[in-house]
C-alpha cells in the first residue's frame, strides 16, 4: 500500500521504555508487521475475503486499531459491492496520517472514514463485519469485555467479528516452545538477538496475551453465538465470531 522503511528501532542498545505507535514506528511499522507476525499477508488476505462474504448492503465495517490500514485496503479491495461504508479507526495521529496520505488518491476513498480516536469512546452501529486485529491485546485487560460488549450490540445479526492476537498457552513448557519457535523466526526474517530481547521487553507491559480458552469465554460473554479459530502459526491467532439472530 505505502513504502516502508525497514525496522531497525532496537537494533542498537537503548534504555528500557515502553512500545509506543509514534512516527519512528509508523515509518517502518509495514516492515515491522511483515517480518513479526507469522503468517500476517495470509490473515490480511483473508480478512478481504471474509468481509466480502460477509460485509452486507447499506452497513457499516469497522477496522479498529487500523494501524496504516493494512486490513481497511483489504477490504475495500474485496468487497464485491459498493453499498458499505468502512471506518478505520486508530488512536496514533502518525499512523491515521500516513493512512491518510495512503488513501488520498484511492478509487474508495469516499466510502472510507478515518477516525483517529480512542476505539473504546467510538460508537459502533449497524456493523455487519468488525475487525481487531492485533488490536484487543493493547487494550487494558478491565476494558476488554466493555468493548467487546459494545461491538456486539452495535453489529446486525449475521455480522462478524474478527479477532487477531497473540496469545499464551496455558500449559508452560508448550507456552515456551512457541516463544522460542517465534523468536527462531523473528531472526530467521533478520532480526538480531538484541533487537528481539528489547523489543520483547518494551512490549512486556504494554501488550498483554491471554490465552484462546480467555477469548472464547469472553466472546460468548459478550453474547457472540459462536466463535473458534480460523488461522494460528506458533503464537499468533486469529479467530471469527457471529452475532446469530438470538444473541
Known amino acids: 500500500m505505502n513504502s516502508s522503511r525497514q525496522d531497525r528501532i532496537y537494533a542498537h542498545a537503548q534504555p528500557p521504555q515502553d512500545f509506543v505507535f509514534d512516527d519512528k514506528v509508523a515509518d517502518v511499522f509495514t516492515d515491522m508487521i511483515n517480518r513479526s507476525v507469522p503468517g500476517y499477508a495470509t490473515i ?16 457499516k465495517v469497522y477496522d479498529l486499531g487500523c494501524s496504516l490500514g493494512g486490513a481497511s485496503l483489504a477490504m475495500a479491495h474485496h468487497v464485491s459491492h459498493k453499498d458499505y461504508t468502512l471506518v478505520a479507526v486508530d488512536n496514533s495521529p502518525a499512523m491515521i496520517s ?43 485487560l478491565a476494558l476488554r469485555s466493555t468493548l467487546l460488549q459494545r461491538i456486539h450490540a452495535g453489529m446486525r445479526t449475521g455480522g462478524i467479528l474478527i479477532l487477531s492476537e497473540k496469545i499464551r498457552f496455558p500449559d508452560t513448557a508448550l507456552n515456551e516452545l512457541m516463544i522460542e519457535m517465534y523468536h527462531q ?31 472464547k469465554a469472553r466472546l460468548q460473554a459478550a453474547g457472540f453465538d459462536s466463535c473458534d479459530t480460523w488461522f494460528q502459526c506458533f503464537n499468533f491467532t486469529s479467530m471469527i465470531a457471529f452475532r446469530g439472530a438470538n444473541s
Open 185 to 215: 523466526f523473528k531472526q530467521v526474517q533478520g532480526y538480531s538477538q538484541l533487537e528481539i530481547s528489547q523489543k520483547r521487553s518494551a512490549l512486556e507491559n504494554v501488550l498483554i496475551p491471554e490465552t484462546i480458552a480467555e477469548h
Open 98 to 140: 500516513r493512512l491518510d496520505a495512503a488513501l488520498a488518491t484511492h478509487q474508495d476513498r469516499e466510502r472510507i472514514q478515518t477516525v483517529c480516536a480512542d476505539i473504546n469512546e467510538i460508537d459502533i452501529y449497524d456493523a455487519s463485519v468488525v475487525v481487531l486485529n492485533f488490536t484487543l491485546q493493547f487494550i487494558p
Open 44 to 59: 490480511i488476505s483473508m480478512i478481504g475475503t471474509l468481509a466480502d462474504r460477509y460485509c452486507t448492503p447499506g452497513s
